[in-house]
């Protein structure tokens, strides 16, 4: 399966709509390891306006660990497949091990910096 996480320098960025580029990990759940990992280039403009969400999902990702997001950007990834878990901090291959490892769980905290309602569009 493969896990997308919003980065910025080998680290959990904040804000999912500006990071620096997408670390995407394709891992084996039951072996609790991972596989291999690539970076993909973060659009420009707001995460949940640009079209991230299908080109992540037609990827293969059904899953995001993030820092913040706001609501929009959740039902914008929801709508492609993608659960989305917030409130992840630190090094991405820490905070994917801890997902894996099951000890991670969604901070239910919305960024409410904006709000958009926005589809998924393949």
């Known amino acids: ?13 904040d804000h999912f709509g500006h990071c620096e580029y997408f670390t995407v990990f394709t891992v084996d759940k039951e072996k609790k390891s991972i596989l291999s990992q690539e970076t993909i280039d973060s659009p420009e403009g707001c995460g949940c306006k640009s079209n991230i969400a299908a080109v992540l999902s037609e990827m293969g990702v059904t899953v995001m ?14 709508g492609c497949g993608i659960e989305v878990v917030r409130g992840c901090t630190g090094k991405t291959d820490t905070v994917l ?25 393949h």
């Open 65 to 78: 660990l993030a820092g913040n997001m706001g609501d929009g950007a959740v039902n914008v990834l929801n």
């Open 97 to 121: 091990q801890g997902w894996l490892d099951g000890t991670l769980a969604d901070s239910g905290i919305s960024c409410s910096q904006h709000e958009h309602d926005h589809e998924c569009h």
């Open 1 to 13: 399966m493969k896990i997308a996480l919003p980065s910025r320098q080998g680290l959990i960025d």
